[in-house]
Every structure is written in C-alpha cells, then in structure tokens.
C-alpha cells in the first residue's frame, strides 16, 4: 500500500477496479506527497481535500463508476470548477467562483475522477509565468502556460491532469517536465466552461505519465471512451520526420532527441523514415498561427482590457494590442490561408504518410527568469488542429528530459495513442519506455 | 423628435452621427414602447434602464464611439453580461450575475452599443417557451429559442438584439416575427461567454428591421467592421431555388414565399433561377444534424443534470437523455458525415451556385399552445456551416409574416449582405422593401 502515489493512472484504475487499492488511499498518498513537495514545486493554486476525500470514500463504498474511477486529477485553473476558485491565473479573476463546472471537468466527475484542486496556469494561459518550477531542477521553467499540471504530474502529485493549448501550452511543458502531453485534435474536447483566448485555436487535452493515462484521460473528457483502450498496430505505419522551417531554433539537445526518436521510428516503420517538408501552402505558417492568436485574443481579453487595464500585466497588454492592430482583413486572409494549408495537410496524411514526428520545444526548460520558453515548434500542428502526443526520448545539458511529439492526421486520436504506444516500446533507453 | 424607436438601426446610425438626435431620446422612445407593449410581448427578462441612460449621457456628450454609437441593444439571455442578471433562460441560473460580458457583447459595447436588456430565450435555448408572444398576434408564438430579441425588434422596442442558433433559433423567429436575422458563417462571432449547446453548431447572430442593420450588428459583434458598409454587388449572381428534401413539410404559405422569392430573384439573378438538389452526401442532413445535436447536449448540460436533475422540464431531460443514448461511434461517424457534406456543399459554391433560396420556417407562426415551431428547414445550413439571412416576403392565413432565407457559400457573409439587399428591393410588393 506504500508509494500509491507512483502508479500511473491506468495501473490505479486496474487495481482500483479490482479494489485491490482503495480511492482513499491512493488520494492520501497523492495528498502527502504535495505536503512533502509543494514548496518547492508550487503546482497549485487551490486543494479542495475535504470534497475529494468525501468523494473518495462515497467511491470506495460504491458501485464502479467508471474508466477514472477513483483517479485523483489535477485541474488546470482555466477551467471552470463550481466548487474550487478559479481565477484564469490573472488578479482580475481573484476569488472567483463559477457557478458551473466546464464541459470537460463533469464529464471527468462523471467518470469517477476527483477533482483534487486546481494548477497554475500563467496569466490568462499567456506567458506571464505563474509561480510552478521545474520539478527536476527548481532554477527552471515547467514550461507554460499549463505550468502546474505538467508539473504536478511529473512530480507524482496526481497520475493526470488537465491542460490547454492555444500555441504551445501542453507539449511545451511536457516536454520540460518529461511526461507525456496529449493535445488531441481540434474540438475533440468542448472547449465550453474554459477561459477563451483564441476560438479558432484553443485545444483542450490532458498530462499523465504514459501514453495509454493520456489515453483514460482525453476519453472521459471527450465522451469518447474508446480512446480508454489502446488498440494494437494493424499496419506498420508510414513516419516521417518534419524538422520544419523553425529547425534553426532548435538547439543541440533537440537534434539529438531527433536523431533518437528518428532511430526508434525506424523500427516500428512500414518502411524507410523519410525527411518531409510541408507543402509550399504551409510556408509562413507559423507567423499566420501568432497573428491570428494575437488577433483573436485581442477580442477575447476586450472585458479585462476595458474593465480590469492595470490588473493585465504588460507583456499581455501589449499582446492585446499587438492583436489589435492587426486588420481584419490580415485575419480573415490569415484564416483562409489556414484553411487551405489545412487541405494541403488532409492530403498529405491521406497520399503520403501516417505519422509525423518533429521537435516539442527548442530544447531543454530554460531558466526561470528568462520566461516560460518558446511554442515556435507547436504553433503550426496547433493551427492544423492535428492531434499531438510529447514523448520524452532525451535529456539536455542540464539532465532536464527533452521530448519529440508525434503528429498524426486529423481525427486520427486513437491511431496517434496506437503509433505513440509503439513507438515508446521502441525506445532504445529502457527507463524511457515506461511512458507506454 | 417623435417616434425615434421606429428608426432602422442604420436611420439611427445616420443621425446619431450627425448628431441630429440624441441617444437619450432614442433610448427614451424605446423604453416608452417598452412600457406600452411589454404586458402583450413579454419580450425581456430585465431592463438595465439606469446604466443604459447613464451610458446614452456619456455617449451624447463625448466623442462618435464606433459604427453602433448611441443605438440600444437587446441580448438574448444566453449571453454573459457581467451588468445583468443572466438565467439561459433556466430556473438554475435565476438571480445569476457572470463576472464578465460574452466576448461579443464587449465588442458591442466596445462599437458604442448600449446594452438595454436581456430578452427571453427558451429553456438553455432548447424547446421549452418563455412567456413571449407574437408582436402581430399575442396568440401566436415568436419562435425560439432567440424569441425575445426577435419579439423585442419586431415590435420597434430596439432596433437590434443578439440571437444564437444551433437549429432554428435565429431563422425561424425572425420568419415568425417577420424581421431579418442574419445567423453569419460559422465561427464568425466568438462563442466565449455564451451558454454552450453544441459546439459544433452554435452560431450567434443579430435580428433586425433591415438588411443594412443586421450588416451592423454582425460587423460589431465580430469585429469585422467591413459588414457595416454593404457594397453593390459587381456582377449578377448564380441564383437557385432549393425547397429541400423536407419540401412536403411545408404549408401552402410556404409554397407561396417560396413562388415570391423566385420572382424576386429571377429580377436579380445571372441567369435563370434553377432547382437545385443538395448533392447526395447531404441525403439525411437533417437527422445527421439532430443527432449532432443531442449528443453534444447530452455532455453540454451534463452539470445540470447531475445537480439540477429537477429544475429541468421534462422536454429537456428527455432531449438530453435522448442524445446520451447516441453512441460515440455514431457521432463521430456523423461528424465525418457533415465535414463530407461540407466538401461537397464548397465545391457547389464554386462551381455552380452563388445564393440559394430555402424556406425558412414550415409556414406562419403557430399557436403559442403547440411550441415554438419546427427548426427543421435550418439544421441543414446550420450544420453546413453556412450564412443565412431570413427576408419576409409573405404572409400566412393568419395574417402573420413568412420568410424565406438566402444562403451563401462558407464565409461569404459579405457577398449575402450585398444580395440580400438586392433581393429586398427587387420584391414586388413595396412594403417589403423597407427592409433593405
């Protein structure tokens, strides 16, 4: 009964449905390692113990509930809970509490999951950070802006949680905090009840340890339980591998987690792994993603920039108005020109290849006080609306983890957990393929 | 000086900016029809009198604020506003106060719109009626779920109110009522802040007296101000008439709309106004779009069933039961359905057509006891995505309005402006033509 806390969630929910684990237990021992580890990591915002202990014991007096049954969860606090404050990271929202849950977080309920309190996010999920370190080394980032999930699920806090992204919010991190991030494919989760900053863009998914926790964990808040069961590989599947135009970016350690991931590719492939370059329509897309973000957010944050102006820090603020000075005819030309980049993609994954693999971040998590890092490498798949999976395959200068993601075609959730389960096994270091 | 509230939101527009009149005096003349009519139409949930006159003074006093400066605004009660109480039209939500505005009624507010009020909505804007009536016979319905905003229009109460539209809830109360609603392309107007439905369907939109007004009210709420000026249409457009596969649903005054639209358009058309049949993909859009439908609200409402099982009326309930027996496979088999049939419907549009004409509404307003109406000649458009404008062009044995709509192909809301008001003045009957 000891070290509860570091089981992922799928062996929890196995053991947890044979009630070989009480719910209780293993919330008491998620609840004492955030006594042992909060100071130094800060992951959270709000605990709600009293509620989800009550809850964990009506779930262990009760009949199964279903796939999280049990499973303590971490809450990203951009989402809406009825019964934790939810303040979107910003001074504005301090003490506020919804009258609902968002969509998502009561399909979780629903599931059997406790809601065990909210995480830091950075300020409205843009880059002013949040207080979470990195909890492999204090002096860095977590990443942003789901900072306190990535964070309190590398750290053994709890076996999920949730995160949102809109450029580079859940690889990001992931990839600094060395778990596994899946940002499923656009609207597969409803985005109603979560902080809006950008309609077209804003991707809703979840943080575990292994593939097949992210898995549970985009299930129940998609309604789509199939993604609970990771299917086995039919085919061998067609990989490529996608530097992108942004690979001068990239730093050493990114080249080597390539050169790594190229390497286990290569074992799971139908055939030779290839270098692919985007479709001449994909060019510029990584500037078409940041403008129509600025664009969209300067309308989304209009109530707080009208109401609320000196409670925005300044970085956001002039976000705000760096998107509002971009015309709507440079929007609407920038939304057509993601349209057609996004036939060009359907194309590809339909004629040419069945998984991408290319970098999550720069490199290694940067030092705190130079900010929350760079999305450059996720702002493209997160425009395509494709679903991505971070794998972590290395480590930088600093012993920090660095992840790949695993791009897959659109809709193609389950076939991308399939690939990225594989593709794990693959993995040359033993210690890596526990995040299958 | 007199009768200030029978202005079209343009004619207000117009002399507001010359400063001809004073928006006190507008909202004064509204509030004074408000007081003679609002025991008959039952159009609002609460008035916001005080803020209102507060903000006309301002506006009289300072500077042309934007393209909706001084003109009083009803909002469909599925619309956060963080000055008026907001219910979604459910007994859940009575005496609730968001903390912010919906994204859209910022950028109303931010164009110098004032916010006069919320209208009624149908229960969480599904079936269940308000108390409104039909302004041109209080023993008829208005439609809904928007059936506050488009009583409140139609009765020269305001010259503009929000609507939303996730079947029939902009169209067909506009065709009841006989205004013009404008439900634009989907993702056109920001669905933060709005209660959720279904968000693969939920479309926001405005109703007003005529064509230019409804331009304004979109341009507003979304931000592109372009809408505000509607150009003469360059060329002639390919025109078709398509009555739909739900054709033997709708009664003689339908038929009868339907013959007047076809004059009409032949007036304005390239060539010969053709039929047209949706292409085979769309064969059963309609069950297609209902399915869609219950299942998303069987996860959106998924909060209130859980804690407000009892504050639900029995039509809701059943609606979400009804779509929580849909299985996943199912929805997303539909959902690939309707992104198949959205292909076809682009390829229509670029190769054959430029503005369909469709029923809007299966006849005149029915009894307030038999509901609200039948949504079923919009699911198809709304689940295609598509911009829709309703233009009145009959009536019906009771004497009440009936419109048809005219659709354009996927964000191409500028062009359907531009065709409406065309259409309106090719009408024959000169009456209609006040709504150009």
């Known amino acids: ?36 580890r909060e100071n130094h990591v800060k992951a959270w915002t709000s605990l709600g113990k009293e509620n989800a202990l009550t809850r964990a014991k009506e779930l262990d007096k009760g009949a199964f509930k279903g796939i999280l049954h049990g499973l303590p969860i971490g809450v990203k606090d951009l989402y809406d809970t009825y019964d934790l404050p939810t303040s979107y990271g910003s001074p504005i929202y301090a003490n506020h509490y919804p009258v609902t849950d968002a969509v998502s977080i009561a399909l979780i309920r629903q599931a059997g999951g406790i809601i065990l309190g909210k ?19 204090s002096r860095h980032t977590p990443g942003g802006s789901s900072s306190g999930s990535a964070a309190a699920v590398a750290d053994f806090m709890v076996p999920l949680a949730t995160g949102s992204q809109t450029a580079g919010s859940m690889i990001r991190p992931a990839s600094y905090c060395g778990v596994v991030g899946f940002k499923p494919s656009l609207g597969k989760v409803s985005i109603a009840g ?67 991931a190229r390497h286990a590719a290569e074992r799971i492939a139908k055939s030779t792994v290839v270098d692919l370059k985007l479709p001449k329509s994909c060019d510029d897309i990584t500037q078409v993603h ?35 000075a971009i015309s709507y005819e440079q929007y609407a030309k920038d939304l057509l020109f993601a349209g057609n980049a996004k036939s060009s993609i359907n194309a590809l994954f339909n004629d040419e ?69 594989a593709f794990v096994h693959a993995l040359p270091d033993p210690t890596l393929r526990d995040q299958a």
Chains 1, 2 share one sequence.
């Open 290 to 324: 940041t403008r129509i973000m600025l664009s969209e957010m300067s309308r989304s944050f209009l109530f707080e920039r009208t109401h609320h102006p000196k409670k925005l820090s300044l970085i956001l603020s002039k976000q705000i108005n760096d998107g509002a």
């Open 353 to 421: 290849v069945d998984l991408l693999i290319a970098p999550s971040a720069t490199g290694e998590a940067p030092d705190l006080k130079d900010g929350t890092g760079d999305p450059v490498f996720c702002r493209e798949w997160t425009l395509l609306g494709l679903p991505c999976i971070n794998i972590n395959v290395a480590s930088g200068p600093n012993g920090l983890p660095v992840g790949v993601q695993l791009i897959a075609g659109p809709g193609k959730d389950h076939f991308l957990l399939s690939a990225a389960r």
């Open 194 to 260: 979560v902080k809006s900053l950008s309609v077209s863009l804003d991707t809703l998914g979840c943080f575990g340890r292994t593939v097949e926790d992210v898995g549970l964990g985009v299930a129940a808040m998609s309604g789509d339980h199939r993604l609970a069961k990771i299917e086995t590989l039919h085919n061998k599947p067609r990989i490529a591998i996608c530097k992108t135009s942004n690979w001068s970016l990239a730093h050493q350690e990114t080249a080597t987690a390539m050169a790594v």
């Open 1 to 36: 009964m000891k070290d509860l806390e570091s089981l992922s969630a799928s062996q929890a929910i196995k053991a947890l449905s044979k009630r070989e684990i009480k719910a209780t237990d293993l919330l008491l021992s998620c609840l004492d390692r955030i006594g042992q």
């Open 119 to 137: 995480t830091v996010t950075t300020e409205l999920a843009s880059f002013k950070s949040g207080p979470t370190t990195n909890p492999h080394n």
